[in-house]
């Protein structure tokens, strides 16, 4: 059985630095893109960050890049999501991800659908 466990989230204050850690179980995902999707209150669910499983390329949402790394590693079977420069706007349940099998990192940018397994969410609350 797959499981996808968050960690790391919590109340910071605006300008702070958080990093969430996601351990998955189950099976090893050396094939699969992973990274992270946010769901901040009153809006939808977007797309944060992925790492794919091929060369570690990187992709990120414009409202992150440049403050969020996103990173893995496969020995431990665990996704990372370093977040610095915390905004309010950053609020939100934060979901670990894994998308389909020999897809790239990008694949994950076209939202839910592109998503084969979700975390249980972790809160970060960034107050200003």
């Known amino acids: 059985q797959v499981q996808l466990v968050e960690s790391g989230g919590g109340l910071v204050q605006a300008g702070a630095s958080v990093t969430l850690s996601c351990l998955a179980s189950?099976?090893?995902?050396?094939?699969?893109?992973m990274g992270w999707f946010r769901h901040p209150p009153g809006k939808e669910r977007e797309f944060v960050a992925a790492?794919?499983?091929?060369?570690?390329?990187?992709y990120y949402a414009d409202s992150v890049k440049g403050r969020f790394t996103t990173s893995r590693d496969d020995a431990k079977n665990t996704v990372y999501l370093r977040m610095n420069r915390l905004k309010p706007e950053d609020t939100a349940i934060y979901y670990c991800v894994v998308g389909g099998e020999y897809k790239s990192g990008q694949s994950l940018q076209s939202g839910d659908g592109a998503v084969s397994y979700w975390g249980q969410g972790t809160q970060v609350t960034v107050s200003s």
């Open positions: 189950g099976r090893a995902f050396t094939t699969y893109p």
């Open positions: 790492v794919s499983w091929s060369h570690g390329v990187r």
